[in-house]
């Protein structure tokens, strides 16, 4: 409601209109002996607020507090309004992901694992019967996040032992992959292999414990590539193809479960 451009400010005859063109530094109110002066009219009526027995200070500095809350208050109303906004529109985000979550896997396989050196040891030990591959079987495990609609990655580990040629090989590795509409997931992956060789079963001579002592290991970068294919909701068979520096092949099917 606007203000009346004249109005009584007391009883003893200031105007309202006198009042707001004097300089703003000489705004004051001075009571007489015995009277009570009222509050300085910032007022949307015609009658004043109630009475106060004291003489009114200049309100330049309080005008510019006033000011500084003001606009203070308008910052922290706008800070509030974008975070709530900002929050409204992660929400949905959010949710969108949960609803997708990762899928964790663990399972057992079984293969064959040539490690390629057969015919650079039978040129140096000619008279000899080399033999550099085995029979794997071990367990893996690993975990799969969504990327997008159908693409995902993962985190794979496993250990393998050999009767042959291999005692024992573990590994580690990442994938990428996507997801088929039909569920089966169709991957590349890359890691490091670690084995642990039975040089007797290479070279197929019992050396009555020679080599005791010899680092009789190796490792290497290992990629290959595979495919998870679902039976039912719950478990999945699996192919893998894999190299070792690109100087061993191994293959690899097995069986497991999805949670």
């Not at 000011?67 to 309004?81: S, T, Y």
């Not at 040129?123 to 996040?145: K, R």
Request: with cysteine; aromatic share 10%; charged share 20%.
């Amino acid at each position: 409601m606007a203000l009346p451009m004249s109005i009584s400010a007391c009883r003893w005859g200031l105007r309202w209109d006198s009042w707001r063109s004097a300089p703003l530094s000489s705004r004051t109110f001075s009571r007489p002996a015995g009277a009570c002066a009222p509050e300085p009219p910032f007022i949307s009526d015609h009658s004043l607020p109630g009475k106060r027995c004291a003489t009114i200070a200049p309100r330049s500095a309080n005008l510019r507090s006033n000011q500084k809350e003001f606009f203070v208050m308008r910052f922290k109303n706008q800070l509030l309004a974008t975070l709530v906004a900002g929050a409204a529109l992660a929400l949905p985000a959010a949710a969108q992901a949960q609803s997708v979550p990762g899928e964790g896997f663990v399972g057992v396989s079984a293969g064959y694992h040539d490690l390629g050196v057969d015919s650079d040891l039978q040129t140096t030990f000619a008279p000899l019967d080399i033999d550099d591959a085995s029979p794997i079987f071990g367990v893996f495990a690993g975990y799969d996040v969504p990327i997008g609609t159908s693409m995902f990655a993962g985190l794979e580990g496993n250990y393998q032992f050999g009767t042959d040629a291999i005692d024992s090989e573990v590994g580690v590795s990442v994938r990428l992959g996507v997801r088929a509409p039909g569920g089966a997931k169709f991957y590349v992956r890359g890691g490091y292999q670690h084995l642990d060789l039975d040089p007797e079963e290479i070279v197929n001579i019992d050396l009555g414990g020679a080599l005791t002592g010899i680092d009789d290991s190796d490792g290497d970068y290992l990629v290959g590539a595979g495919v998870d294919f679902p039976i039912g909701s719950k478990s999945m068979i699996r192919v893998n193809l894999d190299t070792i520096a690109f100087d061993t092949l191994r293959a690899t099917a097995g069986v497991g479960l999805r949670f």
